[in-house]
Each structure stands twice: as structure tokens, then as C-alpha cells.
């Protein structure tokens, strides 16, 4: 899986909620709930997810 993201918006997530986005390349993507996030207009194709790892649900 191929995942982008910008450092700026991974800043303000490590400040908002202390996880780097980086973290997304370790974790378990086939055990994954996924869906896309259509709650608001955004401009670009946003997908919510909730993925085990360890005893932590990210």
C-alpha cells in the first residue's frame, strides 16, 4: 500500500494526538477495518481506519 502524507500535517498530528503518521508503514493493513470518510466534502479522497497493533487500536 502506498500511503502519503505531509510533514506539516504530521506535525500538528504528533502535537493533536502524540502518533507520528509515519507509524502507518508498521502497521497490520490486511487486519484493518477501512472505509471512506464522506462526512464532509474535503476535495480529496479521505478513508478512516482502524487497525490493531499490539494492545492499541490506531
Do not use: C
Amino acid at each position: 500500500m502506498r500511503i502519503e502524507f505531509d510533514p506539516p500535517k504530521d506535525a500538528i498530528n504528533q502535537t493533536k494526538h502524540d502518533v507520528s503518521l509515519s507509524l502507518t508503514e508498521e502497521l497490520d493493513w490486511h487486519a484493518a477495518l477501512v472505509w471512506v470518510d464522506n462526512r464532509f466534502e474535503y476535495g480529496e479522497l479521505r478513508m478512516i481506519a482502524l487497525v490493531p497493533m499490539t494492545e492499541t487500536l490506531y
